[in-house]
């Protein structure tokens, strides 16, 4: 491995260079070579970081480093050279980049089903038995399912949200919104929106209804105090420290399914 000029090599081809502090969070993205392959970076700089942190991104098949508004870009780059043997085994266990296609299994609410394609069948996807049916043209597969995955996360995310709001005693309803963030599960602004990651979709049941119930636990209490947790304990039914176990050890799971080569 060569030095910190060989292993980072940003969009316009500078390193090590320093930030003055700021106020709000920011981020840049470019590749960093690790194994002789490129990898996606990404820097993201917050007021609230007090140190470097590093993690897996599932979804890019790359690496995800928050750090200080006031650290220079050749510490993170440090920090992670030093830890080039850790990345390489965390991305060769996430496997292949390989895209939805025919015969591969995807999850739809915790439940495996077998994609099952041919020119026979209606495009929209159609679950039978322990089949997801698809036709249409064979190699736009994975975008159709995606597409009716995120209508069916729209569908029943809403019902979830209706429910836990009437178990709350909440006369109005925030209006739903479907998340691509790789960082938060689920949000509520004050504004009236709950935003989920459409992802949840693939998790089981009790765990899309352990977020949902704690963004809706959000419009009584906006922080994560024990009058929060006590408020989410009496309007979900399960048990949210089980939920929040399932997600620490299989949520990467779900940004691992890919649906386009991009």
Request: net charge positive; hydrophobic share 40%.
């Amino acid at each position: 491995m060569g030095g910190l000029q060989d292993l980072f090599a940003g969009k316009n081809g500078r390193t090590g260079s320093t930030h003055k502090q700021k106020s709000s969070a920011s981020s840049a993205q470019s590749v960093i070579n690790i194994g002789n392959r490129e990898i996606p970076l990404t820097i993201r700089r917050h007021p609230r970081s007090r140190s470097i942190s590093l993690r897996i991104d599932t979804a890019k098949r790359g690496i995800s480093v928050t750090m200080p508004h006031w650290v220079a870009k050749r510490e993170a780059l440090a920090f992670i050279a030093s830890r080039t043997e850790w990345i390489e085994q965390r991305l060769a266990a996430l496997g292949p980049n390989k895209v939805l296609a025919n015969h591969d299994i995807v999850s739809f609410c915790g439940n495996d089903y077998q994609i099952s394609w041919s020119k026979e069948y209606l495009r929209t996807p159609d679950l039978r038995g322990d089949m997801l049916l698809v036709g249409g043209e064979e190699a736009l597969i994975a975008g159709r399912i995606e597409r009716w995955l995120k209508a069916k996360a729209r569908s029943i995310f809403t019902e979830d949200l209706a429910e836990y709001c009437e178990r709350a005693g909440e006369s109005k309803i925030p209006r739903i919104g479907l998340s691509n963030a790789r960082r938060r599960w689920g949000s509520c602004s004050q504004s009236g929106w709950v935003r989920v990651q459409w992802r949840l979709i693939m998790a089981p049941a009790n765990v899309r209804r352990a977020v949902i119930a704690h963004e809706v636990a959000h419009l009584r209490h906006m922080d994560h105090s024990q009058r929060f947790y006590d408020w989410m304990d009496t309007i979900y039914e399960g048990d949210r420290t089980a939920a929040d176990a399932w997600l620490k050890a299989h949520g990467n799971s779900l940004y691992g399914v890919q649906f386009s080569a991009s």
